[in-house]
């Protein structure tokens, strides 16, 4: 199992281009979530989605869209990129049932708008 | 609103210490509360988690304790050795999870 996958792990843009972080995971969970990680700083929630066709907003949404037309699939987009967007992504799922309360993690996708 | 934060944003300890990392949480419906570590340029690492309805519970080298009396929760951590050397974060579950700002623990040789 290749557990959370996120694409691509690097990429850099210029202010107002648009992009796409792609976030995929084989393990059948219901939920899935993007956080943006700042130097320095803890993991905010941008977007989340509790199973196919649905998303919510996080702490920090704005600037922000996502999809979830596959349950394996979570999209983060930008629609016009700006500097303070500059972070590290990361995707994460997890289960809300169960025995256990981990959320699994992707290596994270490093940002920067310049 | 939901928030979880920490006490301490770091700790230096002498390794073979044992070390004990605080967090505050707000969200009494919390159902489980989890610790990551993360090193440097690398993503979160699960290291553990409680559910709401234990106080206590023990891994390999560490213990988290968790007071719903006062909304606390903690990470022992024995022995301290330097590969330990991390920024550490609680996490609080309802539907969502929401993180602390961090507490960075230095192993001191």
């Known amino acids: 199992n290749a557990g959370v996958t996120q694409t691509p792990k690097f990429r850099v843009l210029k202010t107002g281009q648009s992009m796409t972080l792609l976030c995929a995971q084989d393990?059948?969970?219901?939920?899935m979530y993007w956080y943006r990680q700042d130097p320095g700083m803890g993991l905010r929630l941008i977007h989340y989605?509790?199973?196919?066709?649905?998303?919510a907003k996080g702490e920090v949404p704005d600037g922000y869209n996502v999809s979830r037309l596959k349950k394996q699939n979570f999209l983060l987009g930008l629609e016009s990129a700006a500097p303070s967007q500059t972070s590290v992504y990361f995707c994460?799922?997890?289960?809300?049932?169960?025995?256990?309360?981990?959320?699994?993690f992707g290596e994270g996708s490093r940002l920067t708008v310049l | 609103g939901e928030s979880v934060g920490l006490h301490l944003p770091t700790l230096s300890v002498q390794e073979g210490d044992n070390s004990i990392i605080n967090c505050a949480y707000s969200?009494?419906?919390?159902?489980?509360f989890i610790w990551y570590k993360q090193e440097s340029g690398k993503g979160p690492q699960f290291i553990i988690d409680?559910?709401?309805?234990?106080d206590k519970r023990q891994g390999q080298r560490v213990t988290v304790l968790l007071n719903k009396t006062v909304k606390h929760l903690s990470l022992q951590i024995a022995a301290t050795q330097p590969g330990d050397s991390a920024v550490y974060f609680c996490?609080?579950?309802?539907?969502?999870?929401?993180f602390g700002t961090g507490t960075r623990l230095k192993v001191l040789a």
């Open positions: 994460a799922s997890s289960w809300m049932k169960g025995t256990s309360g981990e959320l699994f």
């Open positions: 393990m059948n969970h219901e939920y």
């Open positions: 989605s509790v199973g196919e066709g649905t998303t």
């Open positions: 969200n009494s419906a919390s159902d489980y």
């Open positions: 409680i559910r709401s309805n234990m």
């Open positions: 996490a609080e579950r309802t539907y969502k999870y929401i």
